[in-house]
């Protein structure tokens, strides 16, 4: 088997990379190094270049590297939260007087930090439909810095030509900035299509067990990639010794996980599109999604999302997450375990009377590894 990383294989990197043995004790697994500071020997003798766990920690360093590699990226960075993450890319590459064009599907909470934080310092957005290309090229003006995309969406599942909008921003002098927390590097390489940096919440598949929260940023070039770690380090919101490490552990499993998701997620939207209380089943692996041709090409697989509409309203809706068991009732996704919730009164709830408000019949699944036949009988109960 070689050592070079770039022609092993994706499940070989999530477990090996950044991965070395403990050069003290031979330990498999990298230590948490629970640190602050590091002894120098002699003012200035930095021992294996750590002075202080804000700018680097061993353990960070090992998830950084990993995320790189899995990303096909130069440089992988670890935040505290993915908005986090979100924030320091967009304090990086922009200033006032900048233009941002913006999905009018994406999770909440980032349409709240352009719309709450971002603009206050004088950056303007537009929203577009981001899987229609020309309606992103009409969005674009000579000012704008940034195409941001998140593919499969949040939580419409909406599905956007990556390759596509990486030539729209590159002839407009801007970046497209891939928010990859649904696909996975397993599932969807962003880079490889054209993108310029990837974005995660690794609370999501990378941690992949509802116990840490977390961000990432992979830049695919390695100047770019030195000016983020640059802001990581002044702006100061680094994820912690013990998240990095729970992350680097999660993600040794994410292709098993990816594929048991996928396989469970297909199985759960092809019974919804038949249940008579269902209205519409939003999967990019059903064949009638507007972006199924489009996701079998650019993914690996479909994912663990599935979305749908109840026949009823709202009340349905919601009716429906108070009565499912084995699919909890929570915010959040790509766990184990699988997750119901209402997006327009829980996670997007801040999007309400905007762009990007959802419909108020949605539910959203986040269909983890069980039995698929046990969550197949949860939402039958569940429907009613
Ligand atoms: C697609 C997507 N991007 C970014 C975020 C923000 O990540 P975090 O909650 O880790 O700050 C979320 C959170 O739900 C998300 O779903």
Redesign the pocket.
Same mark, same amino acid.
């Given at each position: 088997m070689s050592d070079d990383q770039s022609v092993q294989s994706f499940e070989t990197r999530a477990i090996h990379a950044g991965n070395t043995a403990d050069p003290l004790t031979g330990a498999v697994v990298p230590p948490i190094y629970q640190v602050s500071t590091y002894k120098q020997d002699g003012v200035g003798g930095l021992r294996g270049g750590y002075e202080y766990s804000r700018s680097a920690n061993p353990t960070r360093t090992a998830l950084e590297e990993n995320l790189a590699a899995l990303e096909g990226g130069r440089r992988g960075l670890a935040f505290a &939260? /993915? #908005?986090?993450a979100?924030d320091c890319l967009l304090r990086t590459v922009l200033h006032p007087g900048a233009h941002v064009v913006i999905p009018n599907d994406?999770?909440g /909470? !980032?349409f709240r930090l352009f719309a709450k934080v971002v603009q206050r310092w004088g950056v303007d957005f537009s929203v577009a439909d981001t899987s229609d290309v020309d309606a992103v090229r009409a969005a674009v003006n000579d000012r704008t810095k940034v195409i941001w995309v998140?593919t499969p969406s949040?939580p419409l599942l909406g599905i956007t030509d990556i390759t596509a909008l990486a030539e729209v921003a590159h002839g407009a002098g801007a970046r497209l900035v891939v928010?990859n !927390?649904?696909a996975s590097p397993y599932l969807q390489q962003p880079l490889a299509l054209g993108a310029d940096v990837v974005?995660h &919440?690794? !609370?999501?598949y990378m941690g992949g067990h509802s116990d840490v929260? /977390? /961000?990432a940023l992979v830049a695919a070039d390695a100047e770019l990639g030195e000016e983020l770690a640059y802001h990581q380090n002044a702006m100061g919101a680094v994820a912690g010794p013990f998240d990095a490490w729970l992350v680097l552990r999660g993600i040794k499993t994410l292709a098993v996980r990816m594929d048991r998701h996928s396989e469970n997620a297909t199985r759960i939207a092809e019974m919804l599109t038949s249940h008579p209380k269902v209205g519409q089943v939003l999967y990019p692996g059903l064949p009638e999604h507007p972006g199924h041709e489009l996701a079998a090409k650019q993914m690996k697989a479909f994912g663990g999302m599935v979305s749908f509409r109840v026949a009823g309203g709202e009340a349905a809706a919601v009716e429906v997450c108070n009565r499912a068991k084995l699919f909890t009732l929570g915010e &959040? #996704?790509g766990g184990v375990e699988s997750l119901i919730e209402h997006p327009g009164r829980m !996670?997007h709830a801040s999007a309400a009377g905007s762009p990007l408000e959802v419909p108020a019949d949605l539910v959203r699944l986040s269909v983890g590894i069980e039995s698929a036949e046990d969550l197949l009988a949860d939402l039958r109960q569940a429907l009613g």
């Open positions: &939260s /993915g #908005l986090a979100e994406a999770y /909470g !980032t998140e949040n928010d !927390t649904f974005v &919440s690794t !609370t999501k929260v /977390g /961000g &959040s #996704l !996670t």
